[in-house]
């Protein structure tokens, strides 16, 4: 099956405590992206990747990081988690250089006390 | 930078019923493309519906159509025969034309189907 993963799908953590958040597609997509949603913002990119060891910055990259080794696997790692992070999360992946639909995961909701 | 406002925060509507979801757009480029993505309870992301925007038809989908106005830069929701199912968070997106295949998102309607 087509699919996007992403673990954990729940997280609690403390401010200041490193975690990553894992997102893996088995479709063979070049393109990947982060997301963060909040209520009465939408959805807003973090981070992309056009294809393996190429990264670059969304529209809200402050206090994440990525990497992208591997085609399927795109972490996202917060090395000092804020309350401010506190928000549901989401990878997506496609094909690059077509508009076809975006496979979105089903999400990972973090908490930051 | 592209914008998407949604003025509708929520919305209800009676079972059997169409409901239209407003949604406008503020871009530079000529051509990108429109999509509405549904997030139900089970916040999961389903695209509904695309729209390419040197296509003058609009785009149907089953009982989901849109409205798609160029040059008022509207690109509105139709759900016909509304079904429970479609309760959900609705978000508007827009994409530019290829290279970063980033989407814009608006900030949602939140959709309530009233049995």
């Known amino acids: 099956e087509a699919q996007v993963t992403q673990n954990p799908r729940y997280l609690i953590t403390v401010t200041g405590k490193k975690l990553t958040v894992t997102c893996s597609q088995n479709?063979?997509?070049?393109?990947m992206s982060w997301y963060r949603q909040d209520p009465g913002l939408g959805l807003r990119q973090i981070y992309y990747?056009?294809?393996?060891?190429?990264?670059d910055k969304g529209d809200v990259p402050e206090g994440y990081k990525v990497s992208r080794k591997e085609k399927r696997n795109f972490p996202l790692i917060l090395e000092s988690p804020s309350p401010n992070q506190t928000s549901l999360y989401f990878c997506?992946?496609?094909?690059?250089?077509?508009?076809?639909?975006?496979?979105f995961g089903p999400g990972t909701r973090l908490t930051v006390t | 930078a592209q914008t998407v406002t949604q003025s509708q925060p929520e919305m209800s509507v009676q079972e059997a019923e169409t409901v239209t979801l407003s949604c406008t757009y503020d871009?530079?480029?000529?051509?990108?493309?429109l999509f509405w993505y549904k997030q139900p309870p089970s916040r999961q992301m389903i695209l509904v519906i695309r729209?390419?925007?040197?296509?003058?038809q609009n785009a149907t989908e089953n009982r989901f159509s849109v409205n798609f106005q160029k040059a008022a830069k509207s690109f509105s929701l139709k759900i016909s025969d509304s079904q429970l199912g479609d309760t959900a968070m609705y978000f508007c997106?827009?994409?530019?034309?290829?290279?970063?295949?980033?989407?814009?998102f608006g900030t949602g309607t939140r959709l309530t189907i009233i049995p």
């Open positions: 997506a992946s496609s094909p690059q250089g077509t508009v076809y639909e975006q496979y």
């Open positions: 729209q390419e925007a040197y296509k003058q």
């Open positions: 997106a827009f994409m530019k034309d290829f290279g970063n295949e980033k989407l814009t």
């Open positions: 871009t530079s480029e000529n051509n990108y493309y």
């Open positions: 479709m063979n997509h070049e393109y």
């Open positions: 990747s056009m294809n393996v060891e190429v990264t």
